[in-house]
């Protein structure tokens, strides 16, 4: 599975940017989607999930602002962003979770910067 993300850049606090991820190869199989983020000099962190089936789950700081949905035919997710804090600015990082023969394989994409700044 390869995943190529885009929809990163700049904005203002305040305002909005979606990133979408779509995967390519072999996508059947996908158990869920998500997004990550990495600010300096700390580890990876969730920002939210979605299963194939639908179920997602946000990060505390992404409830309210930050919603995901998951396009299973395309093989793509979206994380629409919101009210866009100073605090988001990170790089974000797609994740793709197949399930095969009782075990979970994670692949990632290439992240994308998101600054937020006046």
């Known amino acids: 599975v390869q995943l190529q993300a885009s929809g990163g850049g700049l904005v203002q606090p305040g305002g909005s940017l979606r990133l979408s991820c779509a995967a390519s190869?072999?996508?059947?199989?996908?158990?869920?989607m998500g997004w990550y983020r990495q600010f300096p000099g700390k580890q990876r962190e969730l920002v939210a999930t979605?299963?194939?089936?639908?179920?997602?789950d946000l990060a505390t700081s992404a409830k309210g602002r930050f919603s995901i949905s998951i396009d299973n035919v395309k093989g793509t997710v979206t994380l629409q962003m919101n009210s866009l804090k100073l605090e988001d600015t990170a790089v974000y990082y797609c994740?793709?979770?197949?399930?095969?023969?009782?075990?979970?394989?994670?692949?990632w994409g290439q992240g994308t910067q998101v600054t937020v700044s006046s």
């Open positions: 979605i299963t194939s089936g639908g179920n997602a």
């Open positions: 994740k793709a979770v197949k399930w095969r023969t009782g075990t979970f394989y994670p692949y």
């Open positions: 190869g072999s996508i059947s199989g996908i158990h869920s």
